[in-house]
């Protein structure tokens, strides 16, 4: 069991820079990879980013490579997604995600727990 609650989205220009966070509580295994998935009217929930809990391997999604981070904090329990550079098209709800990846950690169905969101707006 794992519960997910994000924060620190809000408004920013194009070029500037937020970083979110995603606090895991309850029992948190190492197993346990943890992903940023991000929606808009329209669309479908999309990969961002996903980090292993343990060992520090992370995934990025094309479109955001090379602007966002994901990091974990494991003494907190916390992952965060430092995102620079934002452009108005990363406009979206970001979600942050967790579960026990058996075959592709950009797939939204592979994960099981799922926060509220926060929104991100980036003004141009």
């Known amino acids: 069991q794992v519960q997910l609650v994000e924060s620190g989205g809000g408004l920013v220009q194009a070029g500037g820079s937020l970083r979110l966070s995603c606090a895991a509580s309850g029992r948190t295994f190492s197993r346990y990879a943890m992903g940023w998935f991000r929606q808009t009217p329209g669309k479908e929930r999309e990969f961002a980013a996903a980090i292993v809990w343990t060992g520090g391997s992370a995934l990025y999604a094309d479109s955001v490579k090379g602007r966002f981070t994901i990091s974990r904090d494991n003494a907190k329990n916390t992952v965060y997604l430092q995102m620079n550079s934002l452009k108005p098209e990363d406009t979206a709800v970001y979600y942050c995600?967790?579960?026990?990846?058996?075959?592709?950690?950009?797939?939204?169905?592979?994960?099981?727990?799922w926060g509220q969101g926060t929104q991100v707006t980036v003004s141009s």
């Open positions: 995600a967790a579960g026990i990846i058996s075959t592709n950690y950009v797939a939204r169905d592979e994960y099981n727990y």
